[in-house]
T-cell receptor, first 111, second 116 residues
Framework: GENVEQHPSTLSVQEGDSAVIKCTYS??????FPWYKQELGKGPQLIID?????GEKKDQRIAVTLNKTAKHFSLHITETQPEDSAVYFC??????????FGKGTMLLVSP | NAGVTQTPKFRVLKTGQSMTLLCAQD?????MYWYRQDPGMGLRLIHY???????AKGEVPDGYNVSRLKKQNFLLGLESAAPSQTSVYFC???????????????FGSGTRLTVV
């Protein structure tokens, strides 16, 4: 089955800095890679996703890049703000399969 | 739209007691999932369902049972609770089409269960 590794497990940045979270996956059949943000006491929420036929996708301050050859994808957050503090999960899947999630990254943005 | 609603939000059980967690979605989604979240372990799939009347085991199914009698509801049961089942439980749903952009899971807000 699919295995998703996520790094780092915790990340502390100053407000205004950039943050990068990286994930690797094992199943070459995976073609859908979403990222979820989980705020304290809430369920994960989809913030951005990418399909394997696209190398990069941006949405305002967040972007995701995918290297299908190396089987890794990354989340980039620019101009971080305190409200970006949360746990971020990457995931991988394909077709009608279930998503496999990484173990999560706790991002702390200090004012 | 309420999306995915989980009840209860919090529960404390004694070892050996039983309980049922309810997940309800109003998006007409075919697929539904139960995950547990533990510190440092991420989200682990317990059971899932691809349609009314069908269920399947996930990564950590032992000690849990599920039922999907109605399309909009997915029940997670603990027959004899153990302290190892102390966790936060999340339900999720998605439509029955290949995963594409924007068609990922919609999660509920979770149930925090403590077994003492």
């Amino acid at each position: 089955g699919e295995n998703v590794e996520q790094h780092p497990s915790t990340l502390s940045v100053q407000e205004g800095d950039s943050a990068v979270i990286k994930c690797t996956y094992s199943d070459s059949a995976s073609n859908y890679f979403p990222w979820y943000k989980q705020e304290l006491g809430k369920g994960p929420q989809l913030i951005i996703d990418i399909r394997s036929n696209v190398g990069e996708k941006k949405d305002q301050r967040i972007a995701v890049t995918l290297n299908k050859t190396a089987k890794h994808f990354s989340l980039h957050i620019t101009e971080t703000q305190p409200e970006d503090s949360a746990v971020y999960f990457c995931a991988a899947g394909s077709g009608y399969s279930t998503l496999t999630f990484g173990k999560g990254t706790m991002l702390l943005v200090s004012p | 739209n309420a999306g995915v609603t989980q009840t209860p939000k919090f529960r404390v059980l004694k070892t050996g007691q039983s309980m049922t967690l309810l997940c309800a979605q109003d998006m007409n989604h075919e697929y539904m999932y139960w995950y547990r979240q533990d510190p440092g372990m991420g989200l682990r799939l317990i059971h899932y369902s691809v349609g009314e009347g069908t269920t399947a085991k996930g990564e950590v199914p032992d000690g849990y049972n599920v039922s999907r009698l109605k399309k909009q509801n997915f029940l997670l049961g603990l027959e004899s609770a153990a302290p190892s089942q102390t966790s936060v439980y999340f339900c999720a749903s998605r439509p029955a089409k290949p995963m594409t952009g924007g068609s990922g899971y919609t999660f509920g807000s979770g149930t925090r269960l403590t077994v003492v």
